[in-house]
């Protein structure tokens, strides 16, 4: 709760045609903190990410980014405040016609003056932190979807960002490799300690990870809790999201108080 | 391997486009590229009719070069052509040049007959002896005319 | 009455609207336009994107354009030796295949070829990095696409075009030398000497003009039909979205060179 705030949307405003999205959203994000955005499907917790990331820009409201409002300024200025950024985007949006390798390199090349030898040793060294050491030379269609996560994830960390987005992370992953990206995820924050934002709806795992929950309902933050705070909120938005995600399984008193006590 | 073949392809289809670049340029647009060096001479007519920049400029019949360039001369009223011939032809002071055509309905040229002088023209002199082009409808309605 | 004013009223709307949205799109393909030539210029320069650009769109376009060359010099000379018949000109027949191919038919078939091979593949592959959200990923990254994607192929498509017009015109000469000295019996000097008399610098001028003008056309329909998929009123969806976006802009790419090359023609002539 000390260290300083990264991102601010203040009362943002966003309709798509008739059909308004967001309405008065404030939010913050802290240093080195992890912000794990949930809600139902189709309630915008994509278009907030979006705002963050500059590819939409606000009807009404701020999003400061660094101090710098990123929904009223230049293109340039713009460019420079996404040289901190790292996405992982949902579809992973890997470019498929080129192998895995230069995915993860074109960063490398675009960005920086490297030599090509300090640019394989880098993107070496990503790959084998994602496990990936064999898989350089395939094309991004010849690899299964838990690998093209991992991969986007090194090209998302190749340049040692400050903020790292995360839009559903997990999607389509089965158990196993949805838990592998989570450790990825810890292990590659303890190392480079970025600042996260993740928007997800794999609840309750993700709660593990964050430090920090918001619900996005009824077009506006619920809130933005720690975990234990979030599941023992009285908002009526939020009492309703942990009993419709989380209900069934800690249904009765004694099951919800012993999982309070794991957190 | 797979970028040098890229360039490979990259740089046969640069050569081969450039060959046929080159002989658009040279034989087509009879570009001067390789020697032949010319000078050009000035030849004022009362009328050109039809005769057009490129065409050809004979002596008794061979190609000798080509009009560069015509332009109407404001004060007389008379059409200046720049004649641009090739350096290893002499031409006499004296010589007549004249508009000719290849046939009754063919290209124009411009014929140049030899005079008698030892003198003979350098880079941007003038042919003072000019003949005008035959103007075909005039002479057939002279020649009708001049029957009756 | 009542209804015929408000059935008038819809009308305007629909005129307004439709005019308004036109604006809009021409717009938006002016500041693409603007935005990438711009990017062209601004360095930094490299070579290696645009090597791979011209391999695509030229390089193997080569069998295709030597092709359709041949076959259009030979069915020239054909044709031409018919009609000129009729005056007892065949002697003409070099130059008349020399003019044809070097004002119009060298530069308008040439493009035409190239938007069929490679102007639907530009449109496709920045169509579906647009909707994968490549393009979108490319500028979370701070890469420019304009400068990464899109001035590599405007510069291959203005050095491309005109090189491959001049492959074309070369294989049509001698297409129809083929058919004119070969089969239909003139004499070879008449061919050539008709045609070196007939051609003029500025016939070659015009076809260089041409194929510039149309490359930079193909280029840019191509380019900002696909990289403005997502914007297309009719939705630019999916697979079928790729598909009809990729055919509207081979559409309209061909429809505006056969425009631009009359333009062209009435200016210059």
């Known amino acids: 709760m000390d260290s300083e705030i990264v991102i601010e949307l203040i009362n943002v405003e966003k309709s798509f045609g008739s059909q308004k999205v967001l309405d008065r959203v404030n939010l913050q994000v802290r240093r080195g903190t992890t912000l794990v955005i949930v809600g139902a ?6 278009v907030i990410l979006k705002h963050m990331l500059g590819l939409v820009r606000p009807d009404a409201g701020q999003v400061k980014v660094f101090d710098k409002d990123i929904a009223n300024c230049s293109k340039s200025e713009l460019k420079e405040v996404r040289k901190s950024f790292g996405v992982l985007f949902q579809n992973v949006a890997l470019f498929d016609s080129m192998t895995v390798y230069d995915n993860i390199a ?60 995360f839009d559903e992370p997990t999607t389509g992953l089965d158990v196993n490799k949805s838990n592998e990206i989570y450790r990825l995820f810890y292990k590659t924050q303890a190392q480079l300690g970025y600042t996260a934002v993740i928007v997800s709806h794999d609840v309750p795992k993700i709660f593990k990870l964050s430090d920090h929950v918001a619900l996005l309902a009824n077009k506006q933050i619920q809130g933005c809790l720690t975990p234990e705070e979030f599941q023992l909120s009285d908002n009526p938005h939020i009492r309703s999201f942990v009993e419709t995600t989380m209900g069934p399984i800690y249904s009765s008193e004694r099951e919800e108080s012993s999982f309070y006590e794991k957190v | 391997m797979k970028k040098f073949n890229i360039e490979i392809a990259v740089g046969l289809f640069l050569v081969l486009s450039f ?21 050009q001479v000035v030849a004022r007519f009362e009328s050109i009719s039809g005769l057009k920049v490129g065409a050809n400029i004979e002596i008794a019949g061979v190609k000798v070069g080509r009009v560069a360039a015509i332009h109407l001369d404001q004060n007389d009223y008379e059409a200046v052509v720049n004649l641009e011939i ?7 002071e004296d010589s007549i040049a004249s508009i000719r055509s290849a046939g009754i309905i063919g290209d124009k040229y411009v014929s140049i007959s030899p005079g008698g002088s030892d003198d003979y023209l350098k880079a941007g002199d003038e042919i003072t002896e000019t003949e005008s082009a035959i103007n075909i409808e005039e002479l057939i309605s002279k020649y009708i005319f001049e029957k009756d | 009455m009542v209804i015929l004013k408000s059935v008038m009223l819809k009308l305007l709307e629909k005129l307004g609207y439709e005019s308004l949205y036109l604006l809009e799109v021409t717009g938006r393909m002016g500041i693409f336009l603007f935005s990438c030539l711009g990017r062209v210029l601004a360095p930094p320069y490299k070579l290696n994107p645009i090597i791979r650009q011209i391999h695509f769109i030229g390089s193997r376009s080569v069998f295709v354009i030597l092709f359709t060359g041949t076959f259009t010099g030979m069915v020239l000379a054909l044709q031409g030796y018919y009609t000129l018949r009729k005056f007892g000109s065949e002697g003409l027949l070099g130059s008349a295949v020399a003019l ?22 530009i449109t496709a592959e920045v169509g579906i990095m647009r909707n994968s959200e490549q393009i979108d990923a490319l500028e979370c990254m701070a890469i420019d696409p304009y400068k990464y994607l899109i001035a590599p192929k405007f510069v291959a498509g203005l050095i ?57 056309l193909m280029i840019w329909i191509c380019s900002v039909k696909g990289y403005f998929l997502h914007l297309d009123r009719s939705g630019g969806f999916g697979a079928e979205g790729v598909s009809r976006t990729t055919t509207s802009a081979v559409v309209l790419s061909s429809v505006s060179i056969l425009v631009w090359d009359y333009l062209i023609s009435a200016i210059m002539l």
């Open chain 1, 41 to 46: 499907s189709g309630q915008g917790k994509s």
């Open chain 1, 106 to 165: 074109l960063p490398l090349r675009e960005r920086t003056h490297l030599s090509e030898a300090e640019i394989r040793a880098n993107v070496e060294e990503k790959l084998a932190m994602m496990d990936l050491d064999k898989a350089g030379n395939k094309f991004p269609a010849q690899i299964s979807g838990g690998m093209q996560k991992r991969v986007g994830l090194a090209r998302a960390l190749v340049l040692d960002p400050s903020i790292v987005f």
């Open chain 2, 19 to 39: 060959l046929c670049f080159a002989y658009i340029s040279v034989k087509l647009g009879n570009l001067n590229l390789f020697g032949n060096p010319t000078y």
């Open chain 2, 86 to 92: 090739n350096n290893k032809t002499r031409i006499q």
């Open chain 3, 100 to 121: 044809s191919l070097l004002r119009e038919l060298g530069p308008v078939l040439t493009a035409l070829m190239v938007i069929g091979r490679a102007g639907s593949a």
């Open chain 3, 160 to 216: 491309a075009m005109p090189l491959l017009t001049f492959i074309f015109d070369v294989v049509g000469i001698f297409g129809g030398w083929a058919v004119g000295v070969g089969l239909l019996d003139i004499n070879q000097g008449t061919f050539f000497q008709s045609m070196y008399k007939a051609v003029a610098w500025q016939d070659i001028n015009m076809g260089i003009i041409k194929a510039l003008i149309f490359g930079l």
